[in-house]
């Protein structure tokens, strides 16, 4: 999980008749919220994913649903609220259920920044705030075959990419070309950007590469022999923002 910005408004929201929607969904229990710009505001929200887990959501396997937040049946005046909907996939929707956020409060990602309540241990994400304990549980973060595979599937790409940059900075350091220092250049700006906001998984993808011996060798020999650049920098940078704090 990660912070998410919800700093724009799509179009939908500044209609005039939300409020008729609003009704319509207490008298009718219709879906007022269907509607393709909803859909995209939220997918645009959450960078493609679901806003809880990371997956990506145009995966037929994890199609794509709007999370009312506060749950639409408990609040139906928040019904068709931006600031209530977030991009969800079916699994984290359906553990989620109609759980009551006001009553028992889980993170919100755009309030609540994750790294301050969730940390990861073999993969596994807990809590380490009664905030982080309760949106654990109800998301079902540790669920196996959609969350916690998934994720040792992201996190071992990293790991395995990062052993295929050593060895192709070994090679360059070895005996430098262009050609191999391209190479090497080419892989860890790929491996960085698994690792941004916009990547599936892009929480444990950054907190391995973190994590990573291997990684903080590799930068500090491309340092040295400058060819770490301001963009790989950036990118760096930009992962260390949404990793989480790793207990071993
Ligand atoms: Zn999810």
């Known amino acids: 999980m990660i912070k998410l910005e919800r700093d724009f408004t799509p179009e939908f929201f500044l209609r005039e008749d939300l409020k008729s929607l609003t009704i319509e969904f207490k008298d009718s229990g ?26 990506i959501l145009e995966e037929a396997s994890t199609y794509n649903e709007v999370e009312h937040f506060k749950d639409k049946k408990k609040y139906p005046d928040d019904v068709i609220s931006w600031e209530n909907l977030l991009p969800s996939c079916r699994h984290c929707n359906g553990s989620k259920q109609s759980h009551d956020v006001v009553n028992s409060p889980i993170i919100n990602p755009c309030h609540e920044i994750p790294s301050d309540h969730l940390f990861i241990r073999g993969y596994r994400i807990r809590g380490k705030t009664d905030l982080g304990v309760q949106t654990v549980e109800v998301l079902n973060f540790n669920q196996r075959e959609h969350k916690f595979i998934p994720r040792c599937k992201a996190g071992d790409v990293i790991e395995s990419s990062l052993d295929d940059a050593l060895y192709r900075l070994e090679s360059y350091l070895k005996e430098p070309s262009v050609r191999r220092k391209n190479i090497l250049k080419n892989k860890i700006e790929a491996i960085l950007e698994e690792c941004q906001k916009t990547a599936s998984f892009s929480a444990v993808s950054a907190t391995v590469l973190h994590g990573s011996s291997d990684y903080i060798q590799i930068r500090e020999a491309m340092i040295a022999n400058d060819i770490w650049t301001d963009h790989m920098q950036k990118l760096h940078d930009n992962a260390l923002l949404i990793r989480l704090p790793e207990i071993r």
């Open 30 to 55: 219709k879906a007022v919220w269907h509607h393709p710009e909803v859909k995209s505001g939220c997918l645009k929200l959450g960078h493609g994913k679901c806003a809880f887990c990371e997956v």
